[in-house]
Antibody
Framework: QVQLQESGPGLVKPSQTLSLSCTVS??????????YNWIRQPAGKGLEWIGR???????DYSPSLKSRATISVDTSKSQISLRLTSVTAADTAVYFC????????????WGQGTVVTVSS | QSALTQPASVSGSPGQSITISCTGT?????????VSWYQHHPGKAPKLVIF???NRPAGVPDRFFGSKSGSSASLTISALQAEDEAYYYC??????????FGTGTKVTVL
């Protein structure tokens, strides 16, 4: 059974770069049917989709974050990474890694999420 | 892209049915079959309860029913139980190959 685990620093200073990793276990990381997403939830607010990595390497981003977000993959480590530049307090959120394993067009496996606070 | 519109809160007594609406546009819900619903208990990972507008993943009770008409989708929970108290979010794929979530609905079991 595929499992996802997010990791990264819990505190980032304003204007710096946020870097997170999502480690995939329990399945074939390079499965051509798997899609990997980053999603976040600011405190007291709803879910926000950040971007998606396709099996062939294509990446789509939310228009509102496209200029600051970069999603990458390290197949040797079975990891998907997120970098978000020039962070502000508005980027304080729980960041989730989620994948589409079995269900078309949906996020059927989620990590537990990691809390990131942007503060000096 | 704007978030899909959901009511902020919905409540019901145990055993009753409730319905949560999700309103989008012709660029998302109105043009795509990939509408999904998630149950989220704070502090935990969200859980998929409906995909492709009206399909349930394995293990999700048939008390959860999804539907879609035009640019709106709905999630109905019948025979409401205490464990159903949570936040619920709809999501839709868009014509720009992105995803958008709803504003979220807090379901309270009275």
């Amino acid at each position: 059974q595929v499992q996802l685990q997010e990791s990264g620093p819990g505190l980032v200073k304003p204007s710096q770069t946020l870097s997170l990793s999502c480690t995939v276990s329990g399945g074939s990381f390079s499965n051509t049917d798997f899609f990997y997403n980053w999603i976040r939830q600011p405190a007291g607010k709803g879910l926000e989709w950040i971007g998606r990595l396709y099996p062939g390497g294509r990446i789509d981003y939310s228009p509102s974050l496209k200029s600051r977000a970069t999603i990458s993959v390290d197949t040797s480590k079975s990891q998907i990474s997120l970098r978000l530049t020039s962070v502000t307090a508005a980027d304080t959120a729980v960041y989730f890694c989620a994948s589409r394993i079995l269900t078309p067009g949906a996020f059927d496996v989620w990590g537990q999420g990691t809390v990131v606070t942007v503060s000096s | 892209q704007s978030a899909l519109t959901q009511p902020a809160s919905v409540s019901g007594s145990p055993g009753q049915s409730i319905t949560i609406s999700c309103t989008g546009t012709s660029s998302d819900v109105g043009s795509d079959k990939y509408v999904s619903w998630y149950q989220h208990h704070p502090g935990k990972a969200p859980k998929l309860v409906i995909f492709e507008a009206n399909n349930r993943p394995a293990g999700v009770p048939d008390r959860f029913f999804g539907s879609k008409s035009g640019s709106s989708a709905s999630l109905t929970i019948s025979a409401l139980q205490a464990e159903d108290e949570a936040y619920y979010y709809c999501s839709s794929h868009t014509t720009s190959s992105t995803y958008v979530f709803g504003t979220g609905t807090k379901v309270t079991v009275l």
